[in-house]
């Protein structure tokens, strides 16, 4: 297993367009994260997948937001009618639900609006 | 709400030499996870080293240790022996146990460089 991969690694996509992120997490890893990193701060969670169920969503999570996780396995972070405060890094992270277990990120998806 | 405030934005050592990262939480929970991440230019993040309220000792990995002082909300980062591969961004995060959320609340994070 080469760990949680993303695609694509970057997108650069003019403002009003829709986009979609994929991410395959580390295929034992029942549990899928989204968190969004803008320049000079941490990442900040968006929504969590528990096998295909959403079990919560950030309020940073506009409706211009949706993801999903149909079979348990990858996920797609859809952003529709792009702003440019969409702008930032998206990074998709998976775990087991063992206690205490860390999360394991992948290399994130650069996304920049014009 | 839980916060996690990092008051360092940067931070420089000589290589071979220690540094100490500072982080400072606020939660009303009893039981809960620490962590410190590295986030290295253009890759992924990878965890260094993690922490469990409940356990008095202090967790250690290799170069990194932590200083948990929880009556003071502090979950610091010693790195000895800095070597020029440990430049990278550090962030400290806070984990609830279990339970139906698994997320983590970030610090908003300390670049660290490394000095030959």
């Known amino acids: 297993d080469t760990g949680v991969s993303q695609n694509p690694r970057h997108k650069i996509t003019k403002r009003g367009q829709n986009v979609t992120f994929r991410c395959d997490p580390i295929s034992e890893h029942n549990r899928l994260y989204w968190y969004r990193q803008t320049l000079g701060q941490g990442p900040e969670f968006l929504t969590y997948f528990q096998n295909e169920a959403q079990l919560e969503k950030s309020r940073l999570l506009s409706d211009r937001f949706s993801a999903e996780r149909p079979k348990g396995s990858f996920s797609t972070l859809e952003i529709q009618r792009t702003e440019q405060g969409d702008s930032a890094m998206y990074l998709c992270?998976?775990?087991?639900?063992?206690?205490?277990?860390?999360?394991?990120f992948g290399q994130g998806t650069r996304l920049t609006v014009v | 709400a839980q916060t996690v405030t990092q008051s360092q934005p940067e931070m420089s050592v000589q290589e071979a030499e220690t540094v100490t990262l500072s982080c400072t939480y606020d939660t009303s929970e009893s039981d809960y996870y620490l962590f410190w991440y590295k986030q290295p230019p253009s890759r992924q993040m990878i965890l260094v080293i993690r922490?469990?309220?409940?356990?008095?000792q202090n967790a250690t990995e290799n170069r990194f240790s932590v200083n948990f002082q929880k009556a003071a909300k502090s979950f610091s980062l010693k790195i000895s022996d800095s070597q020029l591969g440990d430049a990278a961004m550090y962030f400290c995060a806070y984990r609830l146990p279990g339970g139906a959320t698994n997320k983590l609340i970030f610090g908003t994070g300390t670049l660290l460089a490394v000095q030959p």
């Open positions: 922490q469990e309220a409940y356990k008095q």
């Open positions: 992270a998976s775990s087991t639900d063992r206690p205490g277990t860390e999360a394991f």
